[in-house]
């Protein structure tokens, strides 16, 4: 009988120790609208770095390591080979010059992964006589140690006949 009432009080006072314990903390509220204004700001200063042609540094603390980027039917893979191809790029282009806009980004609920969309306009050969390339991007974005970095990231270059047709139409 003592073995019984031993038993009885034991889960008695486990009963009690669970229904007296804290519930799990709940996953702090991801303030949505302050994450995609963080993309925001981040692609911002991405394109002062690609504007002063900064590809050591786009590559380094804007791309993630395994970034992978598909511009026009160029593919890249890796912050590394992702800078060599802008090097690249800069060298034949000297003169170019780029501008781009965010139209929208959405970021997950759990404030760790966003998209960003956007429009650009590149020019081969900046104030010269060549045209300029408008066209659209997607970049997603992934939040790691506190801080946004690309990891895939495409455009591609409107056609004659849409770049000449009004946006939205």
Not at 44 to 61: E, F, P
Request: with cysteine; proline share 2%; hydrophobic share 45%.
């Amino acid at each position: 009988m003592r073995g019984k009432k031993l038993l009885l009080i034991m889960a008695t006072g486990a009963a009690l120790a669970a229904g007296c314990a804290r519930p799990a903390a709940e996953a702090p509220k991801v303030d949505l609208a302050a994450e995609a204004q963080a993309v925001r700001d981040r692609s911002a200063a991405w394109l002062q770095m690609a504007q002063s042609r900064d590809a050591a540094g786009i590559a380094n603390s804007v791309y993630a390591a395994n970034a992978v980027t598909l511009f026009d039917g160029n593919i890249s893979h890796g912050a590394a080979e992702i800078q060599a191809r802008m090097e690249a790029e800069n060298a034949a282009t000297p003169s170019s010059s780029i501008v781009w806009s965010t139209t929208d980004v959405q970021v997950a609920g759990s404030g760790d992964l966003a998209y960003e969309l956007g429009t650009f306009t590149f020019d081969a050969d900046g104030a010269g006589e060549g045209a300029a390339t408008s066209g659209e991007f997607v970049t997603v974005w992934t939040k790691s140690d506190g801080s946004w970095r690309a990891v895939a990231d495409a455009g591609t270059a409107r056609k004659a006949a849409e770049a000449a047709a009004p946006a939205g139409g």
